[in-house]
Structure formats: C-alpha cells, structure tokens
C-alpha cells in the first residue's frame, strides 16, 4: 500500500516543500521485464539480462535493473502510487536536476520510492515547476538504490 500527503493541492505546494509527499508500495523488477526492457532500448546488456553471465561475470554475482530501466518506472511510483495534487490539470516530464545510482537493485527485490518536495518554482506563465526527490529503497539496506532530482511542470485545472 502506498502512502500520501493528501491536503496536498496547486494552491498549497509551498508548504509542504521539505516534506515527504508520498511513499509507494513495494514493487520489483522481475527478470522478465529486464529482458523486455533491454529488447525495446535495443540495450540487452548481460548485466540485466542474462543471469548465467552475470553469476559469473557481473561484480554483483546475479542480473541488476538497469538505472534507465529504474528511472522509467518513476511516473509509476508517483502518479501510478496515488500521488495527486488537487487542482492540476496536467502534469508533464520536465526532466532531472540530478540523478544518482547509488547501490545495485537486484531483480525481483522488493523496492520503493520515497517522494519529497524539494523546490516549487511559481512561472510568469501561470504554470507551476515543482522539484521533488525521489529515493529508491531497499526494506533490508540503509544505503538508496537511485536518488533523482525530478522535475515536473504543472497547469492548474481549468475552472
């Protein structure tokens, strides 16, 4: 079950800034989806997709996510988790401050995305930036998997 800030709204966004805003379920990658992940980046690297190669070969002794592929599940471990901010309209992809892979995620290890609002930047177009940082975790590790510094542009809903 996920977790969410709920008096979170486009009007009050400031005030939580600092603040975690949501926590999401425990997910996982499973092998499977690393195989079909390297098949659409046309990237099959024996590191993600090959657990013979990687037992043998790999630093990590078993198959990892690929921080791309880690990186592509953040809209699912927002949105996807139930983070809505009351009175947006819509939301869009503005890209990354900063991103780290700190630690390697192992397949079909459970993990999760804790959400914190870093920055809201209000535009002269009537728009909305927010920053907000978002921190991959493993239940047994102390150290984070991936640490991105997400940014998104909203609109607020239409009256």
Request: contains cysteine; aromatic residues 8%.
């Amino acid at each position: 079950m996920s977790e969410v800030c709920e008096a979170l709204a486009y009007g009050n966004l400031e005030a939580f800034v600092g603040r975690q805003v949501a926590l999401s379920a425990w997910g996982q990658i499973s092998q499977e989806d690393a195989v079909a992940f390297g098949g659409l980046t046309r990237d099959p690297d024996p590191m993600h997709v090959d657990p013979q190669w990687a037992g043998a070969h790999s630093p990590y002794g078993r198959t990892v996510a690929a921080g791309l592929h880690m990186m592509a599940l953040l809209p699912s471990l927002t949105r996807g988790a139930d983070l809505n901010i009351e009175g947006v309209g819509l939301a869009m992809n503005y890209g990354f401050n900063r991103v780290r892979f700190i630690s390697p995620l192992p397949l079909d290890t459970p993990f999760r995305n804790r959400v914190t609002l870093i920055d809201v930047e209000r535009r002269s177009d009537g728009n909305t930036a927010i920053v907000t940082r978002n921190q991959f975790e493993l239940a047994e590790e102390s150290r984070p998997v991936l640490i991105a510094e997400w940014v998104n542009l909203l609109w607020p809903a239409k009256s």
